[in-house]
């Protein structure tokens, strides 16, 4: 038999950062506009050579 159960569309981490702590973190708190994801950095050396270039701590 084949299941006729509809899915619920999954939550994305935006989402559930807001439903669960009510934080919406693409809401600037300057001036209010929408911010946007520009990319996303998994590799580890790309991440630390950012935070070195900031001058940030970097684990």
Known sequence: MES???RTP???W???LL???ALDV???SRCGGRRRVLAYLSAPGGVHAILEHLALPSP
Request: aromatic residues 14%.
């Open 26 to 28: 693409f809401a600037c």
């Open 10 to 12: 999954r939550l994305d």
């Open 19 to 21: 439903r669960t702590f």
């Open 4 to 6: 006729t159960k509809e």
């Open 14 to 16: 935006a989402g559930l």
